[in-house]
């Protein structure tokens, strides 16, 4: 019987390193080409010298099982964004699973080119690049705005991506995490792709974004707080971020039951430059259906000079609720519309069916209008008769909204059935609104769409009528906390300043996290702290003491449950978590002066010119306390000057330290210090995308400086930034 067991012990020992001897370990530059099993352990690895891959996969009918192992890109401990490289490579081949991986620390976690039946599944590809943003909450800062108008050549690369698909049709997306990133789930030209089950939340610009795309299922995803340049009560931009993106030529794709809240517009799709250079095509015959789209910085839903179907979709609390300018043949019903500014805004729509809404609280219902001349450099203004014409407006029920219709240059609109309930009568129709009646019919979208919904949510594998978990506290947009490195995530302590616009010296911070108790470490900059500890939530007031040249911190320290900081570092429950707050850009005041010239002048090739345009006569002159400049078309309303010089100096005191002196600007500029020149971008050329630049240096100072800026504009957008701060 002994000899019996030590057997069977041996046997088993043998099975299990066989079983082991199976599993394939992962290094830099490892090409799998059949199915595997990977050895579950973190592999700290970057690409190989002359490369970008880190791991390549191709072939047909393949399943590489990552079995929860871990590929880590930031061997060196940099920031988000000096992340670089591909960690999964997929091309060329059909059929193939990826599953159970977690990959970090990269540009890209996962890239597939030209791939069939590609599965993505049950892998968590957080924490890869962002950007740095630029923008506080005092201030914008142009540079963080994104353009994502061409991607035929993947310019989208630029901003990263935790997966990135090109030419993948039938590919499968689901259950997967990415959070802390930038852009979540971007492809071009994929068809008919299921993505379903996804948590993406929590990332500084897109949740999905879609280019040149058609029949995707994009269902039951959890996309909320993909954000940019948003801070509360000052500004609500968004810059270009969105739960969905749809850009370019996307057709026929269905949008459903998602939750898509806090982002910077909840849907932003876009027809594409085909369309406004010629005037046909457009991203048409989606269906946007069910979904939950509240509380964006700008717009719930935008869809412009396309034809789609949005029903039943919960829009509460963004600037615009649906705005859908230049849409043709759309239905817009059953949505429940909000505490929006204004409920729906459509310029230049027509044959569009609103029907069946249910509106409450909007500043304004819904706003038709024309305007008086076509823009001349879009190509789509070429296409024929583009007045605001022939809506349907029916059955829609209004609830204690500010003003129930703001109509303007429109033709044939019929009115029937809508009902009022605590309005004031504020209705406003101007002398050019033509023929207002109550004719017309909504068509019975839902009664010929409902076999589809039900296919839909029925068929779906793994269907269980739920989105992934949130940890999303509270409605509203105030709960949107932008950070440098993106939206706070409410998964660790932080100290956040409510009253950024406020110009006294008094500081208020509300302390919010997980359920734990706080005690202050130590500050600088403040007097009066209200308080040393206490729990969370909680509030702090201060005030400045307005010392000449000192920053404003505050050092907090949290003990309570587990915390996960911004760059995914786990911490235990009742470890203590140092956590803080610092204002660190010095004062400083700039005497500014504008010079225009004219087509004739070329300022940035010949220097001898350019001295004698800003030895001349200002057009404008201004004291300054921060430089900080957008403009579109001239300096001002009186001063429509397209091409000018901007010379901004400063003297500046300083305590000796090591600083940041940043700049964003759009088309030229260079800065001095002292008479040195350390920035010098004088060749706008070289940038060849429609965004603003930023350079950030680094400086040893103290004592006196003097600081100076010189920035030339060619026409068009226009923006100088600067910003000089201690790190």
């Not at 971020?241 to 517009?265: K, R, W, Y």
């Not at 849409?327 to 609103?354: K, Y």
């Not at 019929?414 to 009568?425: C, I, T």
């Not at 206490?534 to 307005?546: D, N, W």
Request: hydrophobic share 40%; net charge positive; aromatic share 12%.
């Amino acid at each position: 019987m002994r000899l019996r067991g030590l057997a069977i012990l041996v046997f088993a020992i043998f099975i299990a390193g066989q079983s082991h001897a199976q599993l394939k370990k992962l290094y830099s530059g490892v090409r799998i080409t059949s199915s595997a099993k990977i050895l579950p352990q973190v592999y700290r690895l970057n690409a190989v010298a002359g490369k970008q891959i880190v791991i390549e996969v191709e072939g047909d009918n393949l399943v590489i099982d990552f079995n929860g192992a871990i590929i880590d890109g930031n061997i060196k401990g940099e920031l988000p964004d000096k992340f670089t490289g591909v960690a999964l490579y997929v091309k060329k081949g059909k059929n193939i699973v990826i599953k159970n991986l977690t990959a970090r620390g990269f540009k890209i976690a996962i890239r597939a080119d030209n791939v069939s039946g590609l599965k993505i599944e049950n892998c968590n590809l957080s924490y890869n690049y962002r950007q740095r943003l630029n923008s506080s909450q005092q201030k914008e800062d142009v540079s963080d705005w994104m353009s994502f108008h061409h991607n035929d050549k993947d310019e989208w690369l630029r901003y990263g991506a935790a997966v990135y698909l090109k030419n993948c049709d039938k590919a499968v997306v689901r259950n997967n995490i990415v959070t802390g990133g930038q852009c979540a789930l971007m492809i071009s030209e994929c068809d008919d792709a299921e993505i379903f089950f996804n948590d993406f939340s929590y990332n500084s610009a897109i949740g999905i974004g879609l280019y040149r795309s058609n029949r995707n299922k994009i269902i039951f995803n959890r996309l909320d707080f993909n954000i940019r340049g948003y801070s509360h009560g000052v500004y609500q931009r968004g810059q270009d971020s969105a739960a969905i993106l749809v850009f370019e030529q996307c057709n026929g794709n269905v949008f459903m039951s998602n939750s898509a809240t806090h982002s910077g517009d909840g849907f932003f799709l876009w027809a594409g430059q085909y369309t406004m250079d010629s005037g046909m095509g457009g991203c048409n015959d989606n269906r946007i259906y069910f979904n939950n789209f509240s509380w964006a910085a700008t717009n719930g839903i935008e869809a412009t000079f396309s034809r789609n179907k949005m029903v039943g979709n919960i829009i509460n609390g963004c600037d615009h609720g649906i705005w859908a300018g230049y849409s043709f043949e759309s239905q817009i019903l059953l949505n429940s519309i909000g505490s929006n500014r204004i409920g729906i805004a459509i310029e230049h729509g027509q044959q569009i069916e609103i029907a069946e809404n249910f509106f409450e609280g909007n500043g304004e219902s819904i706003r038709l209008w024309g305007r008086a001349t076509q823009p001349v450099d879009w190509g789509y203004t070429k296409k024929g008769d583009l007045r605001s014409n022939s809506f349907v407006i029916h059955a829609n029920h209004f609830k204690n909204d500010k003003k129930l219709f703001n109509f303007s240059r429109t033709d044939n609109i019929s009115l029937r059935d809508n009902k009022p309930v605590g309005l004031e009568a504020t209705l406003r129709f101007d002398s050019t609104v033509k023929d207002i009646h109550d004719r017309g019919v909504v068509s019975d979208l839902l009664r010929r769409d409902a076999d589809i919904v039900n296919v839909l949510a029925g068929g779906l594998p793994g269907f269980a009528g739920v989105l992934p978990d949130s940890t999303n506290p509270r409605p509203g947009r105030r709960e949107i906390r932008m950070t440098e490195w993106g939206p706070y995530d409410f998964r660790s302590p932080l100290i956040w300043l409510t009253n950024p616009a406020d110009l006294s010296d008094t500081v208020r911070f509300e302390l919010v996290g997980p359920p734990g108790a706080w005690r202050v470490v130590g500050f600088r900059g403040l007097k009066g702290v209200s308080g040393r500890s206490g729990i969370f939530p909680s509030e702090l007031v201060a005030i400045k003491t307005r010392e000449k040249g000192q920053d404003i911190f505050v050092q907090l320290e949290y003990t309570g449950g587990p915390v996960v900081n911004r760059f995914g570092k786990k911490f235990q429950a009742g470890q203590k978590y140092l956590f803080e707050y610092r204002d660190a850009v010095m004062p400083i005041s700039w005497k500014v002066n504008w010079f225009a010239y004219d087509s004739t002048d070329r300022p940035l090739k010949d220097p001898v010119r350019f001295g004698q345009l800003i030895r001349g006569m200002p057009i404008l002159r201004d004291t300054v306390s921060d430089l900080n400049y957008a403009w579109w078309g001239g300096i001002g309303k009186e001063l429509r000057f397209e091409r000018f010089i901007t010379v901004a100096e400063s003297a500046v005191d300083l305590p000796t330290g090591e600083y940041e002196l940043s700049v964003s600007w759009d088309d030229a500029v260079r800065l001095y210090v002292d008479g040195r020149r350390v920035v010098d971008e004088w060749q706008p050329l070289k940038y060849k995308f429609d965004e603003a630049p930023n350079r950030k240096i680094q400086l040893k100072l103290g004592g006196r400086h003097q600081i100076r800026a010189e920035h030339v504009e060619s026409g068009g957008f226009a923006t100088l930034v600067v910003k000089l701060k201690k790190t």
